[in-house]
């Protein structure tokens, strides 16, 4: 093996599981080993399962054993963001409102992952409430990028991206509600993709904003994104908004080929807020497109500029709703100062949510309010409709948009966190995906002069992942682009 096994993909470990060359044990305590040697320096686990991954392994190696047929994911380690809910350990979603609190339940993607066999190594860093774009929100610790550890690794699914990319785990599960799958994948390297909304049950997901949230991938590969999607994908009757659709093979649409699709360019995605590097290495990534055969198309959304105001609108006022719940009376944490009902909210809530958290949940009460529901979210809810009517008539000319993942790359610890809005930005070219429900990828396009990754991402119609896949496969397969491996350890 000329790889070691902590940057092998998941499927070529799924492949030595399978055939005997590995043992799921073997797998679990390389990876096990892999925390212990890097984690210190990247801190993107919260929690490391040693005992149940171990156990979990030993049940994998007794089904081979026996002659059993082994799971898609037979083997492969596992890191689960925070906010997922799982009976082992805790679900703290990075916040000390819920610092102790344990799940009684599995969410819908645990459970499935679990069935394919997979083995979890324990729970990733994220924002505090999945509330930020660099992982610097958290309440537990601070993730460092594995690329460079004076940077930050994105967000909200920073612990995620972080992980995969020190190779401590093959896959890691986040949640994209504005671009948090999307955004750290770029920033540390990585593939990630975000479902369409309704794709995968958010059963079990802890909410930020309902109607903009997604469970999905981080990997390494675009193989093991759609190997992962062919296990969570999937109607389930505890969400009623995952959508009844067939079980679907994702991997069918890894052809390498893209003789005739349609590649649209959005004119508002190549402005001067895009880092000039950013731009070379992204429109290299359209010249492999070009030369493999696709149809480079010129397509206009001409309501993007709203997209960041829109997102901050609507997502919030869903924030205030659903944290609602976190007031110290059933679950999480209570203010031990607390002398009647009325301080037990004032102080429970001051104390338990941070800055970031506490802004949001203001701002979504504001525009929710009496004189401010019409001027505000209504109108938000209007201008988003017509960014989803902006991709419905660019999908007229094309198959699938290009653009970059981040106007930047990564940047280095507390230069953005004094100014809200500039941190926000971060997620400019992601938010609109989300706002119209659309599945969207982001994969490795280079490196920097820097040494920082930088992200090509690719969005296309509800439920045409396999588009996205298609293409993604093609880039990776056919424009040389191999970041290597990150100098830590």
């Not at 506490?358 to 017509?386: E, N, P, W």
Request: glycine fraction near 8%.
């Amino acid at each position: 093996m000329n790889t070691p096994w902590h940057y092998q993909s998941a499927r070529e470990i799924r492949d030595a599981v399978r055939s005997g060359a590995a043992s799921a044990t073997a797998m679990t305590e390389w990876h096990l080993d892999r925390i212990a040697e890097v984690d210190p320096l990247v801190d993107a686990f919260t929690q490391v399962w040693r005992d149940e991954a171990l156990a979990q392994a030993a049940a994998v190696d007794e089904k081979a054993r026996r002659g059993d047929a082994l799971g898609p994911l037979a083997g492969v380690p596992v890191g689960l963001k925070e906010l997922l809910c799982t009976r082992t350990g805790t679900t703290s979603c990075a916040s000390k409102i819920l610092k102790d609190f344990r799940s009684p339940y599995d969410g819908t993607v645990v459970k499935r992952m679990a069935a394919a066999d997979a083995v979890f190594l324990g729970k990733v860093n994220m924002d505090e409430f999945a509330m930020g774009s660099s992982t610097e929100r958290s309440t537990i610790k601070v993730t460092r990028n594995p690329w460079n550890l004076k940077c930050v690794p994105g967000g909200s699914s920073g612990g995620s991206a972080a992980a995969v990319s020190a190779g401590e785990c093959a896959i890691s599960l986040g949640s994209d509600t504005g671009g948090s799958i999307r955004q750290p994948a770029a920033m540390c390297g990585c593939v990630g993709i975000k479902p369409t909304y309704g794709r995968v049950s958010r059963y079990g997901l802890v909410a930020f904003a309902s109607s903009l949230d997604q469970i999905g991938p981080l990997t390494r590969t675009v193989e093991d994104a759609a190997l992962t999607l062919n296990v969570i994908c999937g109607r389930d009757p505890l969400d009623s908004t995952s959508a009844d659709l067939p079980a679907e093979d994702f991997t069918a649409a890894l052809t390498g080929d893209v003789r005739g699709l349609r590649i649209g360019l959005p004119a508002e995605y190549f402005t001067d807020a895009l880092n000039t590097e950013m731009r070379e290495k992204v429109e290299a990534a359209v010249d492999v497109f070009r030369r493999e055969g696709a149809e480079i198309v010129p397509v206009s959304l001409p309501h993007a500029n709203y997209a960041i105001a829109v997102y901050y609108i609507i997502c919030t006022a869903e924030a205030s709703a659903n944290l609602a719940r976190f007031d110290g009376v059933r679950y999480g944490f209570r203010h031990p100062a607390a002398k009647s009902v009325e301080e037990m909210y004032v102080l429970t809530k001051s104390e338990g949510f941070g800055p970031e958290v506490k802004r949001r949940i203001m701002l979504g009460t504001y525009v929710l309010s009496s004189g401010y529901y019409d001027a505000y979210y209504l109108k938000a809810q209007k201008v988003r409709r017509l960014i989803k009517r902006d991709f419905d008539e660019a999908f007229e000319k094309c198959d699938v948009i290009a653009g970059p993942t981040s106007p930047i790359p990564s940047f280095e610890f507390g230069t953005k966190t004094d100014n809200p809005l500039e941190m926000y930005l971060a997620d400019i070219y992601t938010i609109s995906t989300n706002l119209a429900t659309l599945p969207g990828i982001s994969i490795p396009c280079g490196l920097t002069a820097s040494g920082l990754p930088a992200g090509l991402q690719m969005m296309a119609r509800p439920f045409n992942e396999a588009a996205l896949l298609r293409a993604a496969h093609c880039h990776e397969q056919k424009s040389g682009v191999r970041l290597g491996e990150p100098p830590v350890a």
